[in-house]
Structures are given as C-alpha cells and as structure tokens.
C-alpha cells in the first residue's frame, strides 16, 4: 500500500474550503490506489483512494485532532 502524508493546515479559509470530521480511522475507503496519513500521528485517514476527489476538503483527524489536506498538486494542469 502507497501511504502518503497530508499537508498540515494551521487555519483553514470557511470561504473556500469544506471541513470533513472524521469519525473513525480510516475516515473514507475506496478502491484507488493511494492512502494517505495524518502528518501529526501518521493514523490512515483516507484508504485507497483517488486524490482527485479530495480537492479543497480539509480532514480532522479524530486521533489527535489536527488538520490537514491533499498536497497541492505539482507541475502544469492539463490542457482541454
């Protein structure tokens, strides 16, 4: 299994980004290929999934309760 750290989040903008309270660890599974990881205490809080659905959502991680997101993605956007 692919475990990639989320980016911590100090203060989300309410204007812009959604706020998902996670339950349980792992908060959402699916049947991608990646799973990602709180970067405070390293709980999987998303298993296996695609990071294109996760755009602009911020977690709380129910462990130790901190914030993070997907890692902003690197290099150019497609074209049309």
């Known amino acids: 299994m692919n475990i990639q750290p989320l980016e911590p989040v100090h203060s989300p903008d309410p204007r812009t980004t959604i706020l998902f309270e996670i339950s349980g660890v792992p908060g959402i599974s699916g049947y991608g290929e990646l799973s990602y990881k709180c970067p405070s205490c ?11 659905h996760m755009a602009r959502i911020v977690f709380r991680c129910p462990s130790c309760g901190g914030l993070s997101r997907m890692q902003p ?8």
């Open 42 to 52: 390293e709980a999987i809080l998303l298993k296996n999934i695609y990071a294109v």
């Open 73 to 80: 993605a690197v290099g150019k956007p497609e074209s049309p």
